[in-house]
């Protein structure tokens, strides 16, 4: 979990767009925890702290959008952004 906020850390410092955040978070912070989240029962605190910190990572603190908007498709105005607790419930 260190790891993980010091790589938001480290890109929240850039001045990336929506996208770009969204990019950072599928191809590098995500799977920083996903092999772990394979092994292991993962409890609901976990899930809500780990969504707590890629929203915060999204819109630089408090909620801008609605989850359900960042997690649409790009034609209902969403961002394609990962679903956690549904993409931990499929591994």
Same mark, same amino acid.
């Given at each position: 979990?260190?790891?993980?906020?010091?790589?938001?850390?480290?890109?929240?410092?850039?001045?990336?767009?929506?996208?770009?955040?969204?990019?950072?978070?599928?191809?590098?912070?995500? &799977? *920083?925890?996903?092999?772990?989240?394979?092994?292991?029962?993962? &409890?609901?605190?976990?899930?809500?702290?780990?969504?707590?910190?890629?929203? *915060?990572?999204?819109? *630089?603190?408090?909620?801008?959008?609605?989850?359900?908007?960042?997690?649409?498709?790009?034609?209902?105005?969403?961002? *394609?952004?990962?679903?956690?607790?549904?993409?931990?419930?499929?591994?």
């Amino acid at each position: 979990m260190v790891s993980v906020k010091k790589l938001m850390n480290i890109w929240s410092a850039r001045s990336l767009s929506l996208y770009g955040k969204v990019t950072i978070l599928k191809s590098l912070i995500v &799977p *920083k925890f996903v092999y772990v989240l394979l092994l292991l029962t993962t &409890p609901k605190g976990v899930i809500q702290e780990l969504n707590r910190l890629i929203l *915060k990572f999204l819109w *630089k603190g408090v909620d801008k959008v609605t989850h359900l908007s960042a997690i649409n498709d790009y034609g209902k105005s969403g961002l *394609k952004m990962i679903d956690l607790e549904t993409m931990i419930k499929s591994l």
